[in-house]
């Protein structure tokens, strides 16, 4: 069974500055897909961005960018320059290449922008 | 183009009572699952289904019945609501080799157990 840890319950960061949100998990396959969702006060589970395992390449999407090291079963997240609208709460998310039928996801990390 | 679809967006029930919280999409999508969400544990997966006539359990089945018995339509029924399953469900669904585009997820129902 695959687990996903997000260990920074609440972070904040001053608006225009950068922040880095930490996901680690465990598997023993070699091909799946990870995740980061947002989810603002209205509650919509929203796709920040994603990553396939088979690609080195971090993955970018305009400010959010991820530091997908495999080896060390770690993927993190950086949100450059943020702006108030990155106040949400951000979950990380595990699928199986094979049979991508759910998503395990991690406990989450509640970020909050300061004006 | 709808998406995923979610009724009720809220609802409180009493110990004891039934309910069925629906789930509609029209993507065409093979993959149907619900999700719970509480505070600090993130989102639990409750049943999945992976075509219609197919379910199984997840992580948090108990107190949970679904069926699945059209392509769109994936309700969850709570048999004897107790104070424990108050939470908010999502649904989600993908088609099969598209869940690496990552889920279409439903706008959640905040459900309460008095």
């Not at chain 1, 971090?58 to 090291?69: D, I, K, L």
């Not at chain 1, 495999?70 to 609208?85: N, R, Y």
């Not at chain 1, 996801?105 to 509640?110: A, L, S």
Request: hydrophobic share 30%; net charge neutral.
């Amino acid at each position: 069974a695959q687990t996903v840890t997000q260990s920074q319950p609440e972070m904040s960061v001053q608006e225009a500055e950068t922040v880095t949100l930490s996901c680690t998990y465990d598997t023993s396959e070699s091909n799946y897909y990870l995740f980061w969702y947002k989810q603002p006060p209205s509650r919509q589970m929203i796709l920040v961005i994603r990553q396939e395992a088979y690609k080195q390449q971090n993955a970018t999407e305009n400010r959010f960018s991820v530091n997908f090291q495999k080896a060390a079963k770690s993927f993190s997240l950086k949100i450059s320059d943020s702006q108030l609208g990155d106040t949400a709460m951000y979950f990380c998310a595990f699928t199986s290449y094979f049979g991508n039928e759910k998503l395990t996801f991690g406990t989450g990390t509640r970020l909050t922008i300061i004006p | 183009n709808a998406g995923v679809t979610q009724t009720p967006k809220f609802q409180v029930l009493k110990t004891g009572q039934s309910m069925t919280l629906q789930c509609a999409q029209d993507m065409n999508h093979e993959y149907m699952s619900w999700y719970r969400q509480d505070p600090g544990m993130g989102l639990r997966l409750i049943h999945y289904s992976v075509g219609a006539g197919i379910t199984d359990q997840g992580e948090v089945p108990n107190g949970y019945n679904v069926s699945r018995s059209t392509t769109e339509d994936f309700p969850l029924r709570l048999l004897s609501a107790a104070p424990s399953q108050t939470s908010v469900y999502f649904c989600a669904s993908s088609s099969p080799g598209q869940g690496g585009y990552g889920y279409t997820f439903g706008s959640g129902t905040r459900l309460t157990v008095v």
